[in-house]
C-alpha cells in the first residue's frame, strides 16, 4: 500500500505512531520505524537535551526513519526545533501551535513538516505555512482532541488541501486503515493501540485499563478550560468532572492532575494517574511487538479492500 506519504518519508507502510507524551520515548519510536512504520519521539515538554539523546538512542536501535513531536506550546519548542535540525531529523510532527516560525529552517534542513489538525481551516493555514502534509484527528483519539469526529473531518479535509493528509482517531486495525484510505487518507496515525505494545515502557497498570476498556469507558475531561482530553475513567477523571460541574477554576483543576499522566505510565497508578486513551482502546484485545501489529493491521487492511473489491465487482 505505497502513496506519497510513504514515498515523501521513506517508509514501508502507511502507519505512524503517535508522539505520546511520555509513552513515545526512544524504544517504541525505534520498534515502529524497524517495523516498516513511521516511528515518532515524544517531545512533549522534556528539555531539549532530553530530547537529542531520544534521538541518539532510538539510532542505535534503528537506521530507518524516525520523527519527532514538537509540542508547540512548550517553552522548550524553539530550542527542541534546533535540536531536531541539528540532529538530522527528517520528519516532525506538530501540535498545540503553529509551526510557521520554524518552516525556514526546517524547509532550510530538508525537514517534512506535518501538522496536527482538528478543523479545515487549520488544514488549509497549515498548506498555506508550507507543510508537506497534515495529520487530520478526529475527537475519537486519546489526550488533548478536538470537538469533529474523524469520519467528518477527513473526507472534509482531503477535499480542502492537496498536500497528503493522514488520518488519526479512532483508528486500532486493518479495517479503520482502510476506510481512512477509503476517505482519501494516505496513512494513519495510531496512539492507543502501540501503547500496549511490547515496547512500550507504559506501565502494565496502564496496559491492562486499556486491554480490559468496553467502548463506553472513556470520558472527556478539561471541556470548561478549552482544553478537552479524552482518557479512561478513574477516580481522577471523576473528580475532575465534578469539580468542573461545581464550576472549579482552573487551578484548582491544573492541581489535580499535575503530574497525572507521568504518575500513570511510569509508576502505574490508575487511579490518581490520567489514562489517556482513545475510543478505540475497547478494540484493543492483546498485547503485540510493533512488528506484529503493523503486519497485522497491513494483511487485514488488504484483505479488507480486496475483499470490497471483488463484491463490488460482482
Not at 70 to 94: H, S, Y
Not at 199 to 214: D, F, G, M, P, Q
Not at 231 to 255: C, V
Amino acid at each position: 500500500m505505497k502513496s506519497r506519504i510513504t514515498e515523501l518519508l521513506g517508509i514501508e507502510y502507511p502507519v505512524f505512531q503517535g508522539g505520546m507524551a511520555w509513552v513515545a520515548e526512544h524504544h517504541l519510536a525505534a520498534a515502529v520505524s524497524e517495523a516498516g512504520g513511521l516511528g515518532i519521539i515524544g517531545a512533549a515538554s522534556a528539555p531539549a537535551q532530553v530530547v537529542r539523546e531520544e534521538i541518539r538512542k532510538a539510532r542505535e536501535l534503528t537506521d530507518k526513519p524516525v520523527g519527532v513531536n514538537i509540542m508547540l506550546m512548550n517553552p522548550n519548542a524553539p530550542e527542541v526545533a534546533r535540536v531536531v535540525i541539528e540532529e538530522g531529523v527528517k520528519v516532525v510532527t506538530t501540535g498545540a501551535g503553529n509551526p510557521v516560525k520554524f518552516m525556514k529552517e526546517f524547509k532550510e534542513a530538508g525537514v517534512k513538516v506535518i501538522p496536527v489538525v482538528a478543523s479545515v481551516a487549520m488544514a488549509r493555514m497549515m498548506e498555506r505555512g508550507g507543510a508537506d502534509a497534515v495529520i487530520a484527528e478526529g475527537m475519537e483519539s486519546g489526550g488533548h482532541i478536538g470537538s469533529i469526529t474523524t469520519m467528518a473531518l477527513l473526507p472534509q479535509v482531503v477535499d480542502a488541501v492537496k498536500i497528503p493528509v493522514i488520518a488519526a482517531g479512532g483508528i486500532g486495525d486493518g479495517r479503520g486503515l482502510a476506510a481512512a484510505f477509503m476517505l482519501g487518507a494516505e496513512a494513519v496515525q495510531m496512539g492507543t493501540r502501540f501503547v500496549v505494545a511490547q515496547e512500550s515502557i507504559v506501565h502494565t497498570n496502564y496496559k491492562e485499563k486499556v486491554l480490559k476498556a468496553k467502548d463506553i469507558d472513556s470520558e472527556i475531561t478539561g471541556t470548561s478550560t478549552g482544553h478537552p482530553i479524552r482518557q479512561i475513567r478513574n477516580q481522577m477523571s471523576r473528580e475532575y468532572l465534578r469539580l468542573e460541574k461545581e464550576g472549579a477554576g482552573l487551578e484548582e483543576l491544573e492541581k489535580l492532575t499535575l503530574g497525572s499522566l507521568r504518575r500513570a505510565v511510569m509508576d502505574g497508578d490508575v487511579v490518581s494517574g490520567t489514562l489517556m486513551a482513545g475510543q478505540i482502546a475497547g478494540l484493543v484485545k492483546k498485547k503485540q511487538s510493533c512488528r506484529e501489529m503493523i503486519e497485522e493491521i497491513m494483511d487485514e487492511a488488504q484483505g479488507v479492500l480486496k475483499k470490497e473489491c471483488e463484491r463490488w465487482a460482482r
